[in-house]
């Protein structure tokens, strides 16, 4: 079972595929909003590990997921605002600084 951190561009591409699949290469980068590069390698790494498959065809390119058994990790990004603005920042202890090591 492919395991995908949450925020990657690689779990983020993941996750519009899973509910929409197949999707057109230009169609998935406006949606992500990523320059074709960065999909492009993106892409590239999934299709290696078998998750997705890239259709090439005359006039543009059709990404498909292969694989519905994926696992994601990692801590969503309203996750993280949630506990900010549950603890706050860290505060600051003068005169600490930091772990002593021998």
């Given amino acids: 079972m492919p395991q995908l951190n949450h925020d990657s561009t690689e779990g983020r591409i993941v996750r ?3 509910k929409c699949s197949p999707l057109t290469f230009s169609g998935l980068a406006k949606e992500l909003k990523l320059r074709d ?5 993106a892409l590239k790494k999934l299709s290696v590990s078998g998750v997705i498959e890239v259709d090439p065809l005359p006039d543009e390119k059709f990404v498909r997921l292969l694989r519905r058994d994926i696992r994601f990790f990692g801590i969503r990004g309203q996750q993280k605002e949630e506990i900010k603005k549950r603890f706050g920042k860290k505060e600051h202890i003068p005169g600490y600084e930091g772990p002593m090591y021998a």
Avoid at 37 to 41: I, P, R
């Fill in 37 to 41: 590069s960065e999909l492009d390698n």
């Fill in 16 to 18: 519009v595929l899973l």
